[in-house]
């Protein structure tokens, strides 16, 4: 029986990335000291010979020295910041190298040198190195495994021993993090790290703290694999060399946070969630296409945000779509400006800007424009105003694309509705279609859409990818929540009592639908009641007591949610004079805080 260790799994590894069309070697074999070198020193990370023969053949029209420039431009560094030279090469492998050449007439031009053919991947040099030896101010490190496309190492390899109990996917990423201070060049074009303890395997960027690394579970994007080891799966599902170049050109994102560039990788559920929605919106658009997109039901805290992101990403750069514009919906300001300057404005995978349309006559300029264009709006610029006025025809075009954001929320009213007057009032969904006739329409949303719900599929059309709640928690991706009943003791005075229970008859027995009015009322004298001054006296001690004793355990936060803008008002003073030392004006600082949303 053959030994079970981490040259066994380095092994497996490298058999599955064979299969799947990858050369591969031994490190020592292609060493600067050994006969076949192909590189030196061993400082030097890049397979320069590699490099410059794949340059020369994807551009077949250029000259040496152009092809020479473009590999001295990938290499010459521009910053003393990794992330920021991580992103520099990034772009130049993705978008070319832009290199100055003066034409037969003496015309100066620039053209882009391509480095890797994204459209064939037979065209590229693929090889993945075991044993691949780095050397950095005199410290020596060795990776397991590192695989090159066209003599650039874009991902690293961290394996450990399947029969050694201390080894995990935890010493895993150590070592990555040990390798990251000690050989920093070898992460400049670092795309992905895999780390896997024969077991169980994980993917992410080389910053990816280690609850960011994820499996991939997947290999074709139907069914999730569980009759293969988790490593197979991930190398099967990420390494398909069209599927590699996919994930390398559409699916590694940068983005400049508060805190710096960030870097990621999607997770497999978001690749083939934006695959799925690209696909079924080319489709939708076209000239036999019904202009439903469909809906992506991924679970909330699934990185749905994200997903949005990397479609319009790959939606805008699809040359089927002829450079649409996309128009992204929500139905308040507070998720439209969380969506638009948390995820949408930082990122630098966009091929233009996204813009927000904070008035209708914005809207409406930005949405005549003759193409393109990244478009954020909240749903109430389309209905009519005040005075009846909706909007005119902003464009005809087809290739204009309108997500929606929570598609399934009975907010965005796309039903039509009898008014108190016994009128028809059209639903959102004619006013969309009026002002854009020809737009395709795609839904994201976090929960399921409910059976009796029509006009949310009339609009978006069926699923095309689910992420469920139970698959999450399994990947990691949301933390399993748990249940605990817990109800703070209140004694209510006999009025109150009787209140109440008027209250609960009242909503017992009226099937119809109340008026403004009378649900106003009821509101009201239910508000009163649990907002009631003992009633928040004894809830804040509680919450107070219950946090404290939970917190000495365990890290965590915590979120109270009130029934009424006023009751957490008044909730929050009570805590505070219990804990004033929680309070604090600024609004960056202090322990708790009171957030109230609003509608558009």
């Known amino acids: 029986m053959t030994a079970l260790n981490e040259s066994t799994v380095e092994l497996a590894a490298l058999d599955y990335l064979r299969q799947l069309g990858w050369s591969t070697a031994f490190g020592p074999s292609i060493a600067p000291d050994s006969s076949g070198a192909e590189r030196s020193p061993y400082e030097q990370v890049y397979l320069y010979g590699r490099l410059r023969d794949a340059v020369a053949r994807i551009n077949p029209d250029l000259s040496p ?233 991924h679970t909330q805290g699934s990185g749905k945000s994200i997903e949005m992101l990397l479609y319009a990403a790959k939606i805008m750069r699809d040359a089927r779509m002829g450079n649409p514009t996309l128009v992204f919906i929500t139905d308040r300001n507070d998720l439209d400006d969380q969506l638009f300057g948390e995820v949408f404005a930082p990122a630098e995978i966009l091929p233009e800007k996204p813009v927000q349309a904070d008035s209708r006559s914005t809207l409406r300029e930005l949405l005549r424009r003759a193409s393109g264009g990244i478009v954020f709006t909240t749903l109430q610029k389309f209905a009519p105003d005040d005075r009846g006025d909706v909007n005119p025809v902003l464009t005809d075009r087809r290739n204009v694309i309108v997500v929606a954001d929570e598609a399934h929320r009975s907010q965005y009213g796309f039903a039509d509705s009898l008014t108190p007057e016994g009128k028809l009032k059209s639903g959102l969904a004619k006013h969309m279609r009026d002002a854009l006739p020809g737009a395709t329409y795609l839904g994201f949303t976090g929960t399921p859409i409910e059976s009796n719900d029509k006009s949310t599929v009339a609009v978006f059309g069926d699923y095309i990818d689910v992420y469920d709640l139970t698959r999450a928690v399994e990947d990691g991706a949301t933390v399993r929540i748990f249940y605990e009943s817990r109800l703070a003791k209140v004694s209510l005075d006999e009025d109150a009592s009787e209140t109440l229970d008027d209250v609960i008859e009242e909503i017992s027995e009226n099937a119809e639908a109340d008026d403004a009015t009378r649900a106003k009322s009821k509101w009201a004298r239910l508000e009163a009641i649990v907002g009631a001054s003992q009633r928040l006296d004894i809830v804040a001690a509680d919450l107070v007591q219950h946090w404290e004793a939970r917190r000495s355990e365990l890290f965590g936060k915590a979120m109270i949610v009130a029934m009424s803008r006023r009751i957490a008002v008044e909730l929050y003073n009570r805590i505070v004079e219990l804990r004033p030392d929680w309070h604090s004006d600024d609004p960056d600082a202090g322990r708790i805080k009171v957030v109230m949303t609003g509608s558009a």
Not at 110 to 132: C, G, M
Not at 164 to 193: C, S, V
Not at 194 to 206: E, L, R
């Open 65 to 297: 020295s152009v092809v020479e420039e473009a590999v001295k431009r990938l290499e010459r560094a521009e910053s003393q910041s990794a992330m920021a030279e991580s992103f520099r090469v990034h772009t130049l492998l993705t978008d070319g190298v832009p290199v100055e050449h003066r034409d037969a007439d003496g015309a100066v031009r620039t053209i882009r040198v391509r480095l890797i053919d994204f459209e064939h991947p037979a065209n590229n040099d693929w090889l993945a190195v075991n044993q691949f030896t780095v050397v950095h101010n005199g410290k020596k490190r060795r990776p397991d495994i590192v695989a090159f496309v066209n003599g650039v190492p874009l991902v690293l390899f961290e394996l450990k021993n399947l029969a050694n109990a201390h080894a995990t996917l935890k010493t895993a990423w150590n070592q990555i993090q040990t390798y990251r201070g000690d050989i920093p060049a070898l992460f400049t074009p670092n795309a992905m790290t895999v780390i896997s303890d024969g077991t169980s395997a994980a993917m992410s960027s080389f910053s990816g703290a280690f609850e960011h690394y994820a499996p991939w579970k997947t290999i074709d994007g139907r069914e999730v694999v569980t009759n293969k080891l988790a490593l197979e799966v991930l190398v099967r599902g990420v390494f398909d060399r069209h599927r590699f170049l996919d994930l390398l050109q559409n699916f590694v994102l940068f983005s400049d946070e508060a805190n710096g560039l960030v870097k990621r990788v999607a997770k497999y559920h978001q690749y083939w969630a934006v695959n799925a929605a690209v696909e079924s919106t080319v489709e939708a658009a076209g000239p036999g296409g019904d202009r439903r997109g469909g809906v992506v039901w």
